[in-house]
């Protein structure tokens, strides 16, 4: 019988991914293998002689099986990077986009360079689905006291799991829908600052996402609605009753809705200095 190493593995997953849009086939066998047998990529490179259990062996091809319908790398090793912290996700959460810490940077260097460095500052999160931007923030901005909120129990589920791994006690995550809680005027509290990366997706276009978003990722966390814009009408209303003077409020945008949320802040009345910033790759990604 051939020995199963780990090249054959990693030469044999190759073959079996199919290169789409959505993967990059040699990162992706080799994040499946490292996964199984807990050892980092650079271990796979030292170590190609390396026989592997037959066990493991095909729980691999069953994952790189998965993998090559479109089924996410994510999901499927719980893992994602985020600010250089690793977050564990798990399907019904959306997963960490690099594109989401251009607001997180945004609101780490509003803080640092201005006089809200100096006093602890309440940061709310709303919908914060794996607890990336709220625990980030409660992360590098050790002053925060972070409440991040959302809708569905197995962000609030996977958020803690987060927060308890990043060992964090200034995060408060709870099950609220801020729009009905605000509105039933039972939450007195002013924050200094407000992010979210809300769903912003036009509902007629979610099934024209990659596949690995459209058919896996939760609905929840991508649907804007009709135009995409349902959240910021009432992220803006909700905002109206928990800013003081001087708060800042973040949102992610899609890259195509810059002048519409602008419009959306504009009309709400209460700005009086807004600033977008570009993610990596150009696009308009976050409005403040
Ligand atoms: N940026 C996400 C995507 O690529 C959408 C996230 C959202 O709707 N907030 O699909």
Redesign the pocket.
């Known amino acids: 019988m051939v020995k199963c190493t780990i090249e054959k593995l990693l030469k044999d997953g190759l073959n079996m991914i199919e290169k789409r849009d959505y993967n990059n086939p040699f990162l992706d066998v080799q994040l499946i293998l490292s996964h199984l047998i807990n050892k980092d990529r650079i271990y796979l490179h030292m170590n190609k002689d390396e026989e592997v259990k037959s066990d493991v062996s095909k729980k691999y091809y069953d994952m790189v099986e998965r993998r090559n319908i479109g089924y996410p790398l994510q999901y499927m090793i719980n893992s994602q990077e985020f600010m250089g912290l690793d977050f564990f996700v798990q399907e019904g959460v959306?997963i960490p986009?690099s594109?989401t810490e251009i607001l997180v940077e945004k609101i780490i260097n509003l803080v640092n360079n201005t006089e809200l460095r100096n006093k602890t500052i309440n940061i709310l999160d709303i919908g914060t689905g794996s607890g990336a931007i709220a625990l980030s923030l409660g992360y590098f901005l050790k002053n925060s006291l972070v409440t991040a909120i959302d809708i569905s129990d197995i962000a609030i589920e996977t958020a803690k799991i987060n927060a308890d791994k990043l060992g964090l006690s200034n995060v408060l995550i709870k099950k609220s829908d801020v729009f009905g809680d605000v509105k039933n005027a039972k939450s007195n509290e002013k924050y200094d600052i407000v992010v979210s990366?809300?769903?912003?997706?036009e509902k007629s276009v979610i099934e024209n996402?990659q596949t690995e978003?459209s058919k896996y990722e939760p609905k929840l966390?991508?649907d804007?609605g009709v135009d995409g814009l349902d959240y910021y009408r009432r992220i803006v209303e909700v905002y109206g009753f928990i800013h003081s003077d001087k708060s800042i409020l973040s949102v992610?945008i899609?890259y195509n809705q810059k002048k519409e949320v602008l419009k959306i802040f504009e009309d709400a009345g209460i700005f009086s200095f807004i600033e977008s910033d570009k993610d990596l790759s150009g696009n308009d990604r976050v409005v403040t």
């Open positions: 959306l986009r594109d990366n809300p769903p912003y997706i996402l978003v966390a991508l804007g992610e899609g």
